[in-house]
């Protein structure tokens, strides 16, 4: 089970910090993603992280601005989210695959959180 929280209405230029609970004990085994989906769009990639932490990647519109993190031992990934834009308003969901790698394509991801809101305003 993922649970994300953090989002939040923030406005333009400002950070937050977004952060996914994993239960159960396969976490360090996972690849985690965050994706995203503005009102009337579909989801998109965002960042993923491998199991260990060691990969990371990231969709060009948040490179340089977005940083995915995770915490193994807490069983958390994190998303640092800087220098927002109105265009980064969406609901954000974190979401674990099983293969570990962090993957780009959600058609890769088992299992999903229930979203979190983030609202930029100019």
């Known amino acids: 089970q993922l649970q994300a929280f953090g989002g939040g209405l923030v406005q333009l230029g400002g950070s937050l910090r977004l952060s996914c609970a994993a239960s159960?004990?396969?976490?360090?085994?996972?690849?985690m993603g965050w994706f995203r989906q503005a009102p009337g769009k579909e989801r998109d990639f965002v960042a993923t992280i491998n199991w260990s932490g060691g990969s990371t990647s990231y969709a060009d519109s948040v490179k340089g601005r977005f940083t995915i993190s995770r915490d193994n031992a807490k069983n958390t990934v994190y998303l640092q989210m800087n220098s927002l834009k109105p265009e980064d308003t969406a609901v954000y969901y974190c979401?674990?695959?099983?293969?570990?790698?962090?993957?780009?394509?959600?058609?890769?991801?088992?299992?999903w959180g229930q979203g979190t809101l983030v609202t930029v305003s100019s």
């Open positions: 159960g004990r396969t976490f360090t085994t996972l690849g």
């Open positions: 979401a674990a695959d099983r293969s570990g790698l962090g993957l780009t394509s959600s058609n890769a991801y088992a299992y």
